[in-house]
């Protein structure tokens, strides 16, 4: 989104670091272990996990990104818009894709310093042991990845879908 195309919006700002071009060998290997992470688990379910996250962890550009993704990958504007409110909008998702979001959250927040037993449970009756671990690892990757973005204040609006993948 250009700001010249928008006149009245806000500027956008400027990021603090190029942190992929200053650390390219980091940059590579996050690639690496985020395309080593969502192997084998659903494009979709990826994607809600990503945005989820991101959104706990108040990342624009990872939000930015991941709703496009998620919408390349054939997600719904509504399901994309209620994950903020799940809670309140669990009947947009399937029980898997519930455990899979509490899940996100537990991982991406550790308010209690741990991972309750019984969110994790509930993960582990829809995913077997390959798929969990697959869904644990993009949950860790993705906080990553926002603690990257928001950090070095990467500015979203500019993504194109598959752009990075």
Request: aromatic share 8%.
């Given at each position: 989104?250009?700001?010249?195309?928008?006149?009245?919006?806000?500027?956008?700002?400027?990021?603090?670091?190029?942190?992929?071009?200053?650390?390219p060998?980091v940059?590579?290997?996050?690639?690496?272990?985020?395309?080593?992470?969502?192997?084998?688990?659903?494009?979709?379910?990826?994607?809600?996990?990503k945005i989820?996250?991101?959104?706990?962890?108040?990342?624009?550009?990872?939000?930015?990104?991941?709703?496009?993704?998620?919408?390349?990958?054939?997600?719904?504007?509504?399901?994309?818009?209620?994950?903020s409110?799940?809670?309140?909008s669990?009947h947009?998702y399937t029980?898997?894709?519930?455990a899979a979001?509490?899940?996100?959250?537990?991982?991406?927040?550790?308010?209690?310093?741990?991972?309750?037993?019984?969110?994790y449970?509930?993960a582990?009756?829809?995913?077997?042991?390959?798929?969990?671990?697959?869904?644990i690892a993009?949950i860790?990757?993705?906080?990553s990845?926002?603690?990257f973005?928001v950090?070095?204040?990467?500015?979203?609006?500019h993504?194109?879908?598959?752009?990075?993948?």
């Amino acid at each position: 989104m250009s700001n010249q195309e928008n006149a009245e919006y806000v500027p956008e700002h400027t990021p603090r670091l190029a942190w992929a071009q200053h650390a390219p060998e980091v940059y590579r290997a996050m690639v690496r272990l985020d395309g080593a992470a969502r192997k084998g688990l659903d494009a979709k379910l990826f994607e809600l996990v990503k945005i989820r996250a991101s959104q706990l962890n108040h990342c624009a550009y990872c939000l930015d990104m991941h709703t496009k993704d998620a919408l390349a990958a054939g997600e719904s504007i509504a399901r994309i818009v209620q994950l903020s409110a799940w809670e309140e909008s669990k009947h947009f998702y399937t029980e898997k894709e519930i455990a899979a979001i509490e899940l996100t959250e537990a991982v991406t927040v550790l308010t209690d310093g741990f991972v309750p037993d019984e969110v994790y449970e509930r993960a582990a009756k829809h995913f077997d042991e390959v798929q969990l671990t697959q869904l644990i690892a993009s949950i860790i990757v993705i906080n990553s990845w926002n603690r990257f973005a928001v950090t070095t204040r990467m500015v979203p609006g500019h993504y194109t879908p598959g752009q990075h993948g």
